[in-house]
């Protein structure tokens, strides 16, 4: 079977995709913050739509290495499980908010897989020493795990202050239109908003140590 890398073009959309969260948020909580329900929900919609596309990209690249194994051997499992992982994850949320459905049952998915990312990373890195760059890997996986973690506690966020305020059917449970303890919210979203950041630069900086040295030699 011929060698096929896309390992340039996963972390390029990773890095996009981390981008499109942190835009997304940032103008998500800066509308809801001056109470624009309108314009918060907007906005999440355009971000949901742009992560839909991004998160399918990823996922159809991660289902054709699951099942064509381009990779050696134990690489295919460790490289395309958590793609796939993070690519239902995005694609659920991003049709979830388009679809005008509740977002934390992606949320609680969230919380899962965000465990399993992180459980790879660290037994291929540190138990399987799968990688040549151990602590960018790491790193990597460790990023993009917490923000699946902490995606859970932003969906009861968007179910509840963005979209619920539009259409109150969408909270978990019935709650004020507007956060009763808005300091933990801040925390909350602040937190997430910090390891998206962090999860992309991870990515880029994988890329610098380990991605350009595939386009430099390629098979």
Known sequence: MTFTDDLTLVLDMLI???ATVFYTGF???????RNDAARAA????????????LGGLIGIIALWGEFNWPLPGAYNLYFFDPLLML???????????????????AGALGLVIGCGVMYYGVRADYYLALTQDP?????????????????YPV??????????RQNPSLSPIASALTPTSPRMWTILLGAFMIMVA?????????GLSAAWSHLESPP
Request: glycine residues 8%; proline residues 1%.
């Open 16 to 18: 996009l995709l981390s």
């Open 27 to 33: 103008f998500v909580w800066y509308h809801s913050r």
């Open 42 to 53: 907007t906005h999440l919609r355009e971000g949901a739509f742009v992560l839909t596309i």
């Open 87 to 105: 690519a239902l994850l995005a694609v659920t949320f991003g049709i979830a908010v388009i679809l005008r459905l509740p977002t934390h049952f």
């Open 135 to 151: 602590t960018e890997t790491l790193l990597l996986y460790l990023g993009f795990g917490a923000v699946a973690i902490l995606a």
């Open 155 to 164: 969906t009861l966020y968007v179910d509840w202050f963005v979209q619920g």
């Open 198 to 206: 962090l999860a992309g630069f991870a990515a880029a900086a994988y």
